[in-house]
């Protein structure tokens, strides 16, 4: 029993170590909303790709994919690669990022997949101003965060404020909008799972086909089952 509370206790601890008390907040993932992919994809080679890599993906194949017309993705979401089969690099030198932000932005390929979904839609909604930090940024969900608030003129500036709980410890309250963005907060929200839908893609594109391959698979099946009840009214006819 000691021994089991022990362990418990271990396995738990991380979770209490990273969560803190902020909740992550739920999102409609789904890759079959293939406008939202695409208004996703415009905001992630916009305002990502100056600094982060997805270098697994290669701007054809999200043409594809998104079924965005490759002469659109060439003028106008291409704009660190010459080549639609290029990858998506960023063009920044990871030495000149360190310096800049104290340390390189990931690459974003995977992050949907080692930080989830809901992570990452709260991250892009919990950037509040702060006078204390290098960039003048910071993050409710992720403390002293390198990374400036990059959709700020979407969401708005905001301050966070903070209360003490019956420990005394500082935790987080509420935001308040200090200068509003050219969105509101639905629209805003509505933006980030747009992101958000476009960074799960990105972290498995294979779910893409299996999502088609599945509707293909359901209407084999649809056809077969009509064959197969004629063939088996045929067997039966004489059986009578
Ligand atoms: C100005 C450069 C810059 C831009 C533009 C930028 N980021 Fe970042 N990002 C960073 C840096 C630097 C870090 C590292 C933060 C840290 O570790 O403190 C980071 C970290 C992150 C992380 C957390 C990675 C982790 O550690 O798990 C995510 C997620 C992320 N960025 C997503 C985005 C998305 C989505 C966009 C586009 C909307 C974006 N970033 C645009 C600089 C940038």
């Known amino acids: 029993m000691k021994m089991l509370f022990l362990l418990l206790t271990v396995v738990s601890m991380p979770v209490f170590a990273a969560g803190g008390s902020l909740h992550l907040d739920d999102v409609d993932i789904d890759m079959s909303d293939t406008a939202s992919l695409q208004r996703g994809a415009g905001l992630f080679v916009n305002y990502c790709l100056s600094c982060h890599s997805a270098a697994y993906m290669r701007y054809q194949r999200m043409s594809e994919d998104l079924q965005?017309?490759?002469?659109?993705?060439?003028?106008?979401?291409?704009?660190?690669?010459?080549?639609?089969?290029?990858?998506?690099?960023?063009?920044?030198?990871?030495?000149?990022?360190?310096?800049?932000?104290?340390?390189?932005?990931?690459?974003?390929?995977?992050?949907?997949?080692?930080?989830?979904?809901?992570?990452?839609?709260?991250?892009?909604?919990?950037?509040?101003?702060?006078?204390?930090?290098?960039?003048?940024?910071?993050?409710?969900?992720f403390e002293k965060v390198a990374m400036p608030h990059v959709l700020y003129n979407l969401q708005g500036a905001r301050h966070a404020v903070f209360k003490k709980d019956e420990h005394g410890v500082e935790v987080f309250d509420h935001f308040e909008m200090v200068k509003p963005g050219s969105m509101n907060e639905d629209e805003f929200d509505s933006a980030v799972r747009d992101l958000t839908n476009f960074m799960v893609y990105l972290a498995e594109p294979a779910r893409m086909v299996r999502y088609k391959l599945g509707v293909y698979v359901l209407i084999f099946l649809a056809i077969f089952f009509v064959f197969a009840y004629l063939l088996k009214k045929e067997y039966w006819k004489d059986v009578h």
């Open 68 to 141: 965005i017309p490759k002469e659109v993705v060439e003028d106008n979401m291409m704009f660190t690669a010459d080549r639609i089969g290029g990858l998506m690099k960023s063009t920044m030198p990871a030495d000149d990022a360190k310096k800049w932000f104290g340390k390189a932005p990931p690459d974003l390929s995977l992050i949907a997949r080692s930080r989830g979904p809901e992570w990452i839609y709260t991250y892009m909604r919990s950037f509040y101003l702060d006078d204390n930090s290098p960039s003048g940024w910071n993050n409710v969900l």
